[in-house]
DNA sequence: TCATTCTTCCAAAACGTTTCGGAGGCTGAT
DNA sequence: ATCAGCCTCCGAAACGTTTTGGAAGAATGA
């Protein structure tokens, strides 16, 4: 593996030359550079990053949290996806990301994992329940920025999807095919995006003139097996519901399940819309209606916010992203 | 950030003893080394990777190399448990991993990438077409690991699935619930693992006294839309099929399609059985008997072989993870 | 008592880069 | 002839570790 100096030697120049020819400063004279950089290219070097990290103080790396599940998980892809995301955007950018997928050991805090990784940042998804994991970070002042989970400080941002207007949309297509009685299945009230979109529905229903029923609303913790049992109980306590509005596109399968338990055909008996737009959603029998939320563009913008903040600009406390629908067949005129 | 010399001056010993201190070398006494070890914890010292990396010359590091999928696409799954198993046991052994989705900029290669970034083994999965990548890299000496790619050289192992049992087991199922004319749609025929699965259903089928009908069996590149149509074809000129293997799940959910289209019911008319076990598969209609494919043990293993080659082991030239059938409801005795 | 061996410690070099402060030579204006 | 200013280059320090080779003192054995 050849140096600096060797290409020094070899061009007959002190390395300091060879440094600010190959980064390019101005006072170096532009033979003597073409020189060095042909020379550079023979002995075919490449600049060792870790001696510039050391030197510049700067390990140009970023830290994406995630939690882990296993066995896989269909809401896998998301995660997935936000990965993708990140990762181009800070490889274009000249960092590198490293992913944490479970929790530290032995007693470490998540601010000790990133500090002897000489993290320079560090973005944060859909972390365990505990919420004090992204607090903790929050407090440190280490750059982060953390995707749908509304902790802002000086040194940290959020960025998520446009819930409310997602919701939004939903309901509005419900609207329009002609539904009146559209219930709600949210996921934890105390989850952010939970309140967001719900604050959605109930808005839109009165944009609209349609009253909001408490008695159409249920939780089920974003879970599919919940969601199912909800559903089963509130199709049959409220029949004059027609349309379903789900959280998630994991619940609003459970609803499916519920509605052919039921004896149902869809969307005939039943409109049901989901929230996500997961690759799954499409698989689903019928096709599932759902809020499409651009989670490669959410890690893309995740990482845009950290990089400026590692880089000492000004960034925003929050950054959202539109939100948009996708129509399939699990959604049509009540009745039809 | 605490320093080493920060600690020295501290304890009023030198630095090369608080390095010896730490890292548990035998030449230092008892009670400095707690007393250093206590002044490290009050000064809440972190070693500096970069640092430690430049003086031994090790980064660390390895990379997973993957190709990009956008938008994304069911199997994106298969690609995220991959990454959890090589992620786990990397950062188990103290190891960072960093992720290539994308091809290299600029016309540079791959091994180009992987020593700017200060590499020391690279693992590779699902490359795009060029086999050249992998082939490439395996020339470089650097060491590797290739998880369904059989390149075995002197620094690069492979690790796969057990395809050739997998179909086996798919095949016997079939068998056993009486099927006699079961019908088989490969991927690539240059395809290491399509070669390897279908050598499991011809071998099968001479196990079991069946004829081998090269009628039955046609190519559809991996892809839903593809396996759709041939299987169109396929079951209007041979009739006497009752079930059908394909080599991938996605493959699988078109043969479903163009079983629905021809009015069959499910699994009466035709059983289908797939290969991979996405989490998809559990959400077709019916739910899909499938070969299950032990993604995350296969990313791990590969990392262990990569860990292994870098501290200078031995390892063995390839490794193959047993492959376990799932079935569910795609899959029934004929004519049922 | 002296030589030998352990135990415990340290100074200094090394890893590959960037950067600070300056040095020489040349040009052009005064 | 002098000076200022520019262009081009360089030596040396610095970043935070590990490691080599040895040194001082204590313990051991004869």
Redesign the pocket.
């Known amino acids: ?1 050849n ?3 060797d290409i020094a030697k070899a061009a ?9 020819a ?2 390019g400063y ?8 073409q020189r060095i950089q042909e020379i550079a290219e023979q002995l075919d ?4 990053h ?3 990290g ?4 700067r390990s140009k790396t970023i830290g994406l949290l995630t939690s882990q599940s296993f066995p896989s998980n269909p809401k896998d892809t998301f995660t997935l996806d936000i990965l993708a995301g990140v990762n181009e955007y800070a490889s274009e950018r000249g960092y590198d990301l490293i992913l944490f997928q479970s929790r530290p050991a032995g007693g470490r805090t998540y601010y000790q994992m990133c500090r002897e990784r000489q993290l320079e940042g560090v973005i944060t998804q859909n972390l365990p329940h505990d919420h004090s994991a992204t607090e903790e970070l929050a407090a440190t002042g280490l750059p982060g920025v953390f995707i749908d989970n509304p902790v802002g400080s000086g040194s940290a941002s959020f960025v998520t999807t446009d819930n409310a207007d997602g919701a939004r949309q939903a309901i509005v297509h419900l609207i329009e095919l002609g539904h009146e009685h559209i219930a709600f299945i949210n996921g934890h009230h105390y989850a952010y995006v939970s309140k967001e979109r719900r604050k959605g529905y109930e808005e839109t229903l009165h944009e609209f003139g349609l009253p909001f029923r408490e008695e159409y609303v249920r939780e089920a913790a974003f879970e599919e097996k919940l969601a199912e049992q909800e559903a089963l109980e509130l199709l049959q306590a409220q029949p004059h519901i027609t349309a379903v509005f789900c959280v998630s596109d994991l619940m609003a399968h459970g609803v499916m399940r519920a509605a052919h338990q039921l004896g149902y055909t869809l969307p005939r008996d039943l409109s049901i819309i989901g929230f996500d737009d997961l690759v799954l959603a499409e698989y689903f029998s019928p096709p599932l209606t759902t809020v499409h939320q651009d989670r490669y563009t959410l890690g893309r913008k995740a990482c845009e916010l950290l990089i400026e903040k590692i880089e000492g600009k000004e960034t925003p406390a929050s950054l959202v992203i539109p939100a948009s629908l996708t129509v399939r067949e699990s959604t049509g005129p009540p009745g039809s």
Not at 26 to 33: G, I, K, P, Y
Request: proline fraction near 3%; charged fraction near 20%; charge should be positive.
């Open positions: 593996m140096t600096i100096k007959g120049v002190s390395v300091t030359t060879v440094s600010r190959l980064n101005s006072d170096v004279n532009e033979q003597t550079r070097y490449t600049p060792n870790i001696a510039r050391l030197v510049m103080n």
